[in-house]
């Protein structure tokens, strides 16, 4: 049965580049619907789209596929590669986007038949002249293994910033949380998830050069603190966030630490 939605997700703003990217697709394969999750994922963060796409494809219909170019590497000799997971496809560069898509369940493929890429191709929109039309083939009903190869997972590239490290302060089990991204309010998003606070009260640290700056209670909503006082919570898609009440926690951590790389997020169980 021919799959009918394609689904985009890129880091090109309000570029003309999304709009010939539909041109592509509605060209191939008219009859399709294309949905826009984002074009807004922040410039080469393949981190963001990552999260986005990891936590975003779940709400699309069965069948749907998703062309997701957030590709710093375009051009070079890095892969295109197509996962099957249940009945969604995703398209994708080879450089640890599908992250938090990839499990042992899902069927892995490389692109490779050029017959179904524009012609010519430029070397650096592949997201027009390679994923679009291979999308809109798919969509269309076209086999995978006309397109594709089987790939084996040792050659697919993961993001390493998602495993979370622990430390033993004073007996007590820590988890060290990290800088992803901020989204566009400013909220700060750590690699910690929800599933780790098991029901249990904790407290979030930030520290930055083994210091403590700030102390604070995980919260449900951002209200529950004063206007421009810091909040900790569980953002909707499950990460722990550190959010500004009416403001931007971003753009105040870059004034006072400067790299948000350095600073680290320590979840710890309240006593």
Do not use: W
Not at 82 to 94: G, I
Not at 232 to 247: D, T
């Amino acid at each position: 049965m021919a799959r009918k939605i394609i689904v985009l997700l890129t880091d090109f703003g309000n570029d003309f580049y999304v709009g010939q990217i539909k041109g592509v697709i509605k060209s191939i394969y008219n009859n399709v619907e294309i949905i826009d999750l984002t074009h807004n994922i922040q410039p080469q963060n393949v981190v963001q789209a990552a999260v986005v796409i990891g936590e975003s494809y779940r709400y699309f219909p069965k069948g749907s596929v998703f062309i997701c170019v957030v590709d710093p590497g375009v051009g070079s000799k890095r892969d295109i590669i197509l996962v099957k997971k249940a009945s969604y496809l995703f398209l994708a560069p080879n450089n640890g986007l599908l992250t938090k898509i990839i499990d042992s369940n899902c069927e892995l493929y490389k692109v490779v038949n050029e017959k179904y890429f524009l012609k010519p191709t430029s070397s650096t929109f592949h997201g027009r002249d390679i994923f679009a039309p291979v999308a809109a083939y798919l969509a269309k009903g076209e086999k995978i293994n006309n397109i594709c190869k089987k790939l084996n997972v040792k050659y697919i590239n993961f993001l390493s910033c998602f495993e979370i490290k622990t430390k033993t302060i004073n007996g007590r089990k820590h988890f060290i949380g990290k800088y992803l991204f901020h989204d566009s309010f400013g909220n700060i998003i750590t690699n910690l998830k929800k599933s780790i606070l098991e029901n249990k009260d904790y407290v979030i640290y930030v520290c930055y050069k083994n210091r403590k700056y700030y102390k604070l209670e995980i919260k449900r909503f951002y209200s529950e603190v004063k206007e421009k006082e810091l909040i900790s919570l569980v953002s909707s898609f499950g990460y722990i966030e550190i959010a500004e009440n009416k403001g931007n926690a971003y753009q105040r951590f870059l004034k006072e630490f400067k790299n948000l790389s350095d600073v680290e997020f320590l979840l710890s169980e309240k006593i």
